[in-house]
């Protein structure tokens, strides 16, 4: 084998290694992009679940502040 053939060999096996890294590196990245996707759909549906409690709480407290006025208003006359 000359050095030439034997060079071309090393830069072939030293290529199929940076291939392979990249492609495990892909693999890892991608499955924690995967994840990270997930959870970000969680705490989406989360947020929307915890606006209507607010709003819900404050329509409530609302109801409660106007009932108390009102009561106020009666003591007074």
Known sequence: MS????AKGKVNTALSRLER??????KVETERADEL?????????????L????TDVEARLERAME?????????VR
């Open 3 to 6: 050095k030439l053939d034997e």
């Open 21 to 26: 890294m990249v492609e495990d590196r892909l």
């Open 37 to 49: 996707a997930g959870k970000l759909a969680r705490l989406e549906r989360e947020h929307l679940e």
């Open 51 to 54: 606006k209507r409690v607010a």
């Open 67 to 75: 009932h108390i006025r009102t009561l106020l208003a009666e003591d």
